[in-house]
């Protein structure tokens, strides 16, 4: 993918979160694009730098490591990927939000080492909100309680709420649960525990984010439909 191959791309999508804001009398100011760069060089995250992104998301704790090394210091990079506790060391002063946080035992370790690197950490609830078994997520009725034991943790802050979304052909599908994130979100925030904010809701995908802008989105995390088809190796 060229360097303008991945401008135009931005262009759209952005046009597109545009339009959708319009359409739910939203302020396009409060929606965040993530670029997900997961898999893709850092000649290529290098290029979207250049077209002005400036947050990035990895799903994979070497990855995101490697290129925290490598790429320029004013990014903030976004851990949405399943988060292994004896890997939060390595990350815990390179993001600047947790994306996938849905256990007591993770959100533990994750403040235990924002502590010990005297950081504040910030986190998302991942929700699996269409209870998909394949799914990581804490249960939707088991949310506000899993939010309650990790305020009373040190150096640690609850930020909103995060879902994927299940894989459908028409993003229409997925409209009852981005309003079903943002509803749980409304919900949680009325019992108003210390170090919990609900400002956040990290929802949509490239097959699927103008929707859950419409419905609330805070965060859009499109890969795809900026750097084109991903290539595992293996
Ligand atoms: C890969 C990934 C994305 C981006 O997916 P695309 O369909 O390529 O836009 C978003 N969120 C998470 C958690 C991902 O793992």
Redesign the pocket.
Known sequence: MSKKEIHDNLMIVEKKIQIACRKAERAPEEVQL?A?S?TMPVSVLLEAYECGCRHF?E?KVQELVEKYEQMPKDIKWHM??HLQRNKVKYIIDKVALI??VDSLKLAEEISKEAVKKNVIAHILIEVNIAQEETKFGVAKDEAAALIESIAKLPSIKVEGL?T?APYVENPEENRRYFAGLRQLSVDIMEKNNDNVNMNVL?M????D?EVAVEEGATYA???????G??HYNG
């Open positions: 993530i997900v997961k998301g799903n949405i990927g994306h996938s995060m994927i990290s949509g995908m490239t097959g984010y995390r499109v890969g795809t439909g900026i750097f088809s991903r």
